[in-house]
Nanobody, 116 residues
């Protein structure tokens, strides 16, 4: 299993930007598919962005063109650059590691609040 820790959340005004980071520890980071999920109050956790071990990416329609996921296989990190933030992006954001479709670990989450 992999241990994941997210950081970089906070309070930002609409239209602003944040960069979330996820640090992974444990062996084999480069083989994992990595994802960012979010969960808003009263809603189910949803996939925001995903990057495969080969670097292919996909995004939820609601964040396409605004968010960018990337990974650093040297330092075992995954990032989520979030631009043009909207109040509806407010949620707890979680980092996820997967292997052949099976979850290998979740982080504890980092709060993102978009409000004026």
């Amino acid at each position: 299993q992999v241990h994941l820790v997210e950081f970089g959340g906070g309070l930002v005004q609409p239209g602003g930007s944040l960069r979330l980071s996820c640090a992974a520890s444990g062996s084999g980071f480069r083989v994992y598919d990595m994802g960012w999920y979010r969960q808003a109050p009263g809603k189910q956790r949803e996939l925001v962005a995903r990057i495969t071990n080969g670097g292919a990416t996909n995004y939820a329609d609601s964040v396409k063109g605004r968010f960018t996921i990337s990974r650093d296989n040297v330092n075992d990190m995954v990032y989520l650059q979030m631009n043009s933030l909207k109040p509806e992006d407010t949620a707890v954001y979680y980092c996820n590691a997967g292997l052949f479709g099976a979850t290998q670990g979740w982080g504890r989450g980092t709060q993102v609040t978009v409000s004026s």
